[in-house]
């Protein structure tokens, strides 16, 4: 296994590449993809699964965290949902999200994420099982994974809405 400090050097850029990504996204006008949308709610329920799974037998007040989290985050999507900006441009759809909600939820959650990777590569990786379990961690998860599933859920339902009218078949 890699030292502390290699694992680390190698780690830091990628997670801060993925973090400027993520904040980009949270702030520019985006080509709505279905796709993308209807992934996120595969995603996240299975993500949201496997945590609860983990939690259950290790740290019950943790999988009540993770509850706790969930609707705090679908009361932001909902809320951010109606401050999106949505667009139609000849057949392509566009958003441009509501910048300060999804911004707080990410940086939230990356700030929890930051710390937890501190903890994690100062008291070493064996020694720090609880790494996924957290309460606190769980909470803040919880209310991302809210989000994002009600943000999508909103933006499919945007695009139902302003889907163009099915050709009517022609009767014989």
Do not use: C
């Not at 050097?9 to 801060?16: K, R, W």
């Not at 991302?144 to 009517?168: D, E, F, Q």
């Amino acid at each position: 296994m890699l030292p502390t400090p290699v694992f680390a050097a190698v780690l830091a850029p990628l997670v801060v590449w993925r973090m400027v990504s993520r904040v980009r996204r949270l702030t520019t006008r985006q080509r709505s993809k279905t796709w993308r949308h209807r992934t996120t709610l595969v995603f996240f329920p299975l993500l949201l699964a496997v945590l609860a799974v983990f939690s259950i037998d290790t740290n019950p007040i943790a999988l009540a965290g993770l509850a706790a989290g969930l609707p705090v985050g679908a009361v932001l999507g909902r809320i951010a949902i109606g401050k999106t900006r949505f667009e139609q441009v000849g057949d392509d759809f566009f958003f441009t999200p509501h910048a300060r909600i999804g911004l707080a939820v990410a940086l939230l959650f990356m700030a929890r994420m930051a710390w937890r990777g501190y903890e994690f590569l100062m008291l070493g990786s064996f020694e720090h099982r609880e790494f996924v379990t957290s309460p606190v961690t769980l909470v803040i998860f919880g209310v991302l994974a809210g989000y994002y599933i009600s943000y999508a859920l909103g933006l499919l339902a945007w695009r139902k809405r302003t889907a163009p009218p099915a050709p009517a078949a022609p009767h014989s």
